[in-house]
């Protein structure tokens, strides 16, 4: 499967979304796995595979995201912000082994 990887940093007015997401994107536009940094530090990994260890009811998830990725992202220039009021958000597409550190870090320090 052909995978590409993409971070989104994310200015906004301060509240509980995340600062910065990282996205594991696959050529379908489904998104697999994402991490969110919050401005206070805290990470939160996500992964289908999370959500189909719920139940059968949710097995049928295929991406974290509505839609296709490719779709929601279209119009944003890579590394320049894209801004709307008081939010600004850019868009840049990373190497693998930038989200793998990411999640690898953050995914074994959630389990502990």
Same mark, same amino acid.
């Given at each position: 499967?052909?995978?590409?990887?993409?971070?989104?940093?994310?200015?906004?007015?301060? *509240?509980?979304?995340? !600062?910065?997401?990282?996205? &594991?994107?696959?050529?379908a536009?489904?998104?697999?796995? =994402? %991490? #969110?940094?919050?401005?206070?530090?805290r990470?939160?990994?996500?992964?289908?595979?999370?959500?189909?260890l719920?139940?059968? *009811?949710?097995?049928? !998830?295929?991406?974290?995201? &509505?839609?296709?990725?490719?779709?929601?992202?279209?119009? =944003? %220039? #890579?590394?320049?912000?894209?801004?709307?009021?008081?939010?600004?958000?850019?868009?840049?597409?990373?190497?693998?082994?930038?989200?793998?550190?990411?999640?690898?870090?953050?995914?074994?320090?959630?389990?502990?």
């Amino acid at each position: 499967m052909s995978l590409s990887y993409y971070r989104c940093d994310w200015i906004h007015p301060e *509240n509980e979304d995340p !600062v910065v997401v990282y996205y &594991e994107v696959d050529v379908a536009g489904d998104v697999p796995r =994402l %991490i #969110d940094v919050f401005a206070d530090g805290r990470r939160q990994c996500m992964s289908i595979v999370d959500f189909a260890l719920l139940g059968p *009811n949710r097995q049928r !998830v295929t991406s974290l995201v &509505e839609g296709s990725f490719y779709d929601g992202i279209a119009g =944003l %220039i #890579d590394g320049l912000f894209f801004e709307d009021g008081q939010e600004r958000i850019s868009m840049t597409r990373i190497a693998a082994d930038k989200f793998e550190i990411e999640w690898q870090t953050h995914r074994t320090a959630e389990s502990r």
